[in-house]
């Protein structure tokens, strides 16, 4: 009797001793990933970086699919600002850093205006899957899925989607002092909307970062209280 209580005891601790081993090497492996992607984007605000990769692991938590690449949209900086970091997951690298557009209702050289509501010509915010590419008004176009109910998750609905466009070069910014404006859809250069939307199609994460208070202290991605969050896949339009 005496045996098998320690036994049992014993096999308990060890079963829990390499509970607590997985999640701390696990903890360190994020940790070093998170380490590299910093190294390799130097000017993308450590924080922000923090946020959008604090997410992206909690989406999965979730049951999101694991991702293989994440793009970070820093709506804080100014639109004639590179804003858009596209990251492998897998190493830690810097796919590709470039300009991209917010909606014309959301400011002029910045944006300090988001909204969830079809017809706003405002950005949204939060956390993001990029779903399937297509050919439209625009080209070559990637559609979205806000994962964040009362957010984002009207994404799809108002026609939120990566496109080209020819207001978003540096020649813009060189003449206007800014890029163009969207209808709120993140709009980047057309020499560089077939790398991005290869890189972001099939299920991967796109975090477009604000500080807006009330978003980061509710976020269910950001704090992690929430669980699963369905994503919404009503509606198939083009927005602009």
């Known amino acids: 009797m005496f045996t098998s209580v320690r036994f049992l005891r014993s096999g308990l601790l060890l079963a829990v001793s390499m509970v607590i081993s997985s999640f701390s090497q696990g903890a ?12 390799a984007a130097p000017e993308l605000d450590p924080l922000v ?7 992206s692991r909690c989406a999965v938590f979730s049951g999101v699919e694991m991702p293989q690449r994440l793009a970070v949209i820093d709506f804080s900086l100014p639109s004639s600002r590179e804003r858009l970091w596209i990251f492998d997951l897998e190493q830690g690298g810097l796919v590709l850093r470039d300009l991209v ?3 014309k209702n959301s400011g002029n ?8 509501v079809e017809g706003s010509y405002q950005s949204s915010i939060g956390l993001f899957r990029g779903s399937e590419s297509y050919y439209g008004k625009h080209g070559y176009s990637l559609r979205l899925d806000g994962l964040e109910p009362g957010i984002n998750d009207h994404a799809r609905r108002r026609a939120i989607v990566i496109h080209g466009a020819d207001y978003v070069n540096e020649s813009w910014v060189n003449k206007y002092g800014r890029i163009g404006r969207s209808h709120g ?11 991005v939307v290869d890189n972001l199609k099939g299920g991967q994460l ?10 980061l202290h509710s976020s269910n991605y950001l704090n992690c209280g929430g669980g699963a969050v369905a994503v919404n896949e009503a509606g198939h339009g083009e927005q602009g």
Not at 49 to 55: G, I, P
Not at 185 to 195: F, G, H, L, S
Request: aromatic share 14%; with cysteine.
């Open 206 to 215: 796109v975090f477009k970062f604000y500080p807006d208070q009330d978003w």
């Open 109 to 116: 050289f910045e944006s300090t205006a988001f909204s969830n």
């Open 101 to 103: 557009a917010h909606g």
């Open 185 to 195: 859809c993140p709009a980047v250069d057309n020499q560089v909307i077939e790398r």
């Open 49 to 55: 970086l923090e946020s959008a990769f604090n997410a």
């Open 28 to 39: 360190s492996l994020d940790d070093e990933l998170l380490h590299r992607m910093s190294r």
